[in-house]
C-alpha cells in the first residue's frame, strides 16, 4: 500500500506543470532603446524614448499665450494582437485633444427626432422667450420708477 502511495505521489510531482520559459524572459528587464532629453527652459522641452518591445513616447512643450507650457505629443505600442496603436494629441489653450482610431466615436443618431419633441423644444423656447421679455419688461418699469424719484 506504501508503494502504491508513492508511486502515486511521484506521478503527481511528474505531471505538475513546470514554469514556462517565457515567463522566465518576462522578468527580463525591457531594454530602453532611445531616451533623448532637451531640459526645459521655461515651457520649451521635449523628449523622445522607445523600448524593445515597441513603446515609444515622444512630447513638445512651448509656452503658450497665457505663460502656460502647450503640448504636442504621441505615444505608441504594440497591441495583443500585433498591430501598433497610436495616439497624438495637443494640449493648448483648448484643453487636451486626443487624436486615434482607437478612441470611440458616439454613433450617428439613429433616427430622426419624433414631432412630438420638437413641439416640447419648441414650447420650452417660447417660454424661455416669454420670461426673457417679462423681465426685460420688469427692468425697464424699475428704470422708469427710478428715474422718476
Known sequence: MRTVAFLAAVALVAA?????????????????LLDERTPPEGAA??????????????????????GQANVKGVYRYKQ??????????????????PESSLIPVAPAFPHPIPLFVQEQILFAEEQR????????????????????K
Open 16 to 32: 505538475a506543470p513546470t514554469a514556462p520559459q517565457e515567463e522566465e524572459e518576462e522578468k527580463r528587464p525591457i531594454l530602453i
Open 80 to 97: 495583443d494582437d500585433g498591430t501598433v496603436a497610436e495616439v497624438r494629441y495637443v494640449a493648448d489653450e483648448g484643453g487636451f485633444q
Open 129 to 148: 422667450r416669454l420670461k426673457a421679455l417679462e423681465e426685460q419688461k420688469e427692468q425697464e418699469e424699475n428704470k422708469a420708477e427710478e428715474e422718476a
Open 45 to 66: 522641452y521635449s523628449f523622445a524614448m522607445e523600448t524593445e518591445n515597441g513603446i515609444s513616447f515622444s512630447e513638445v512643450g512651448a509656452e503658450g499665450s497665457a
